[in-house]
């Protein structure tokens, strides 16, 4: 079972790097994951942190639930190659 809470946070104040000054980056998103395997009875916790460019005043609820929805189904799909790649070895694999 895995619970997810994300909290977003206004980069307008922060001063980055001058490389960074077109980029738009205005929102940090903190995901906190915490899981507990059932058959190990074990507790695991880790944090990720994303960037976007949607201001963080302009952001609704629904904007929200989109982004945090996002990066949810970005784990999928990397998921999905971790079992592709190392599973079934498909990066092992020689096209001709």
Known sequence: MTT???KRFSLEEVKLAKRWDSSGINTLIA????TY????KKH???MSYYITNSSINRLEQHKHKELTNA??????????????????G???VKNK
Request: proline letters at 0%; aromatic letters at 8%; charged letters at 35%.
């Open 44 to 46: 695991t916790h880790e």
């Open 4 to 6: 997810r809470n994300a």
């Open 71 to 88: 990066i949810r189904n970005h784990w999928t799909v990397e998921s999905d190659n971790w079992i592709r790649d190392v599973v079934f």
């Open 37 to 40: 395997h059932v058959k190990k």
């Open 31 to 34: 995901m906190e994951r915490s």
């Open 90 to 92: 498909e990066d092992g």
